[in-house]
């Protein structure tokens, strides 16, 4: 800094004003080369976990008791690893049923191992024909039925939604 008589010049050396400008330019690239990368979508819905599934159901006014994780209602010990029991009613489903989630890690085990939840439900389903299950990737919801229309419909709605299907 120097000065002339009265008067005060502050004087800059012009590497110092190059040095501001490129960090300005830098600053400017970086906002910018962001928002290219910030993404106005919502992410992809992903499936819940059980307490996110049994939420889905309490909320749609289906009550669950008895809760056993590993409740496959056979001994299949693949389905096991999936499975779990509960007890439910609610709506205008009087009588209490028990009803068994599959929870598969991925559509991949689902589609893999779907088939097998049928022949599983031979050891716990005490007449075939009115046999129940809804099917929502990568959930199954199996039990004796017949389950009544309007308790159905909300297990299908609460299971579409926790599978990250639905709102």
């Known amino acids: 800094m120097?000065?002339?008589?009265?008067s005060l010049r502050l004087v800059t050396h012009p590497l110092?004003?190059?040095?501001?400008?490129?960090?300005?330019?830098?600053?400017?690239?970086?906002?910018v080369a962001a928002c290219g990368v910030v993404s106005t979508k919502?992410?992809?819905p992903t499936p819940a976990d059980f307490q996110g599934i049994a939420s889905e159901f309490v909320t749609r006014g289906i009550a669950l008791d008895h809760l056993v994780s590993g409740d496959?209602?056979?001994a299949?010990?693949?389905l096991t690893q999936t499975a779990i029991g509960f007890d439910a009613s609610g709506l205008d489903q009087?009588?209490?049923?028990?009803?068994?989630?599959?929870?598969?890690?991925?559509?991949?085990?689902?589609?893999?191992?779907?088939?097998?939840?049928?022949?599983?439900a031979a050891a716990f389903v005490t007449d075939p024909t009115t046999f129940e299950a809804l099917d929502d990737s990568p959930f199954v919801l199996a039990g004796q039925?017949?389950?009544?229309?309007?308790?159905?419909?909300?297990?299908r709605e609460a299971l579409h939604v926790a599978a990250g299907s639905g709102d």
């Open 2 to 6: 120097r000065t002339d008589g009265d």
């Open 16 to 31: 110092a004003r190059t040095g501001l400008f490129v960090s300005a330019l830098a600053a400017s690239v970086l906002v």
């Open 42 to 44: 919502a992410p992809a």
């Open 72 to 74: 496959a209602g056979c």
């Open 76 to 78: 299949d010990q693949k």
């Open 94 to 120: 009087t009588d209490v049923v028990r009803l068994r989630i599959y929870i598969f890690r991925d559509a991949e085990a689902y589609s893999r191992l779907r088939s097998t939840i049928d022949s599983c």
């Open 145 to 155: 039925g017949p389950w009544a229309p309007k308790f159905k419909a909300a297990l």
